[in-house]
T-cell receptor, first 111, second 110 residues
Framework: DVKVTQSSRYLVKRTGEKVFLECVQD?????MFWYRQDPGLGLRLIYF???????EKGDIPEGYSVSREKKERFSLILESASTNQTSMYLC??????????FGSGTRLTVV | SQQGEEDPQALSIQEGENATMNCSYK?????LQWYRQNSGRGLVHLIL?????REKHSGRLRVTLDTSKKSSSLLITASRAADTASYFC??????????FGSGTQLTVLP
């Protein structure tokens, strides 16, 4: 089975810190995605990538950046964490035309 | 606004009963997907139905798609307590990434 691994289940960071959320998939998928999930707002797409070194903005990219130096790894970066970035972050990957495989999520709290 | 919207927002049933959730969407699609999310976890892909299919089965799951009404339904038969979760429909955009609905919270009471 395809596995998507997010490096942390829970994370607490201070306002202003630079935060790295790591995501690794083991099935050579071309496409990788970062979503955040908030009560009442559902899943919102932050960034996605169709290939190595390629990135595209999603619906809410402000305050975030991403890095995809290797096919299996897609990192989400919070340049200067703020309290409104407290959320559940979900990484996903897929091969074209298939369903997504999600990681277990990282619950980030910014204090 | 969301491409897919699930109905109802919350559903509570007894173990052994069937659970039906509905999804409506706005634009033409080439497939529709259903996902399950257990509390505090990631989403799990359940089933994908293509636009030229009307019905699809997977175990206790039955999905229908009506492209003329832009709607889909997910039926879980003989529900179990372990089916308690949130269920989301998702549709692909032109640029291939998925848009998720707001979800139905299903509670199956033992």
């Amino acid at each position: 089975d395809v596995k998507v691994t997010q490096s942390s289940r829970y994370l607490v960071k201070r306002t202003g810190e630079k935060v790295f959320l790591e995501c690794v998939q083991d099935m050579d998928h071309e496409n990788m995605f970062w979503y955040r999930q908030d009560p009442g707002l559902g899943l919102r797409l932050i960034y996605f990538s169709y290939d190595v070194k390629m990135k595209e903005k999603g619906d809410i990219p402000e305050g975030y950046s991403v890095s995809r130096e290797k096919k299996e790894r897609f990192s989400l970066i919070l340049e200067s964490a703020s309290t409104n970035q407290t959320s559940m972050y979900l990484c996903a990957s897929r091969r074209d035309r298939d369903g997504y495989t999600f990681g277990s999520g990282t619950r980030l709290t910014v204090v | 606004s969301q491409q897919g919207e699930e109905d109802p927002q919350a559903l509570s049933i007894q173990e052994g009963e069937n659970a039906t959730m509905n999804c409506s969407y706005k634009t033409s699609i080439n497939n529709l997907q259903w996902y399950r999310q257990n509390s505090g976890r990631g989403l799990v892909h359940l089933i994908l139905i293509r636009s030229n299919e009307r019905e699809k089965h997977s175990g206790r799951l039955r999905v229908t798609l009506d492209t003329s009404k832009k709607s889909s339904s997910l039926l879980i038969t003989a529900s179990r307590a372990a089916d308690t979760a949130s269920y989301f429909c998702a549709t692909p955009r032109e640029t291939r990434q998925l848009t998720f609905g707001s979800g139905t919270q299903l509670t199956v009471l033992p």
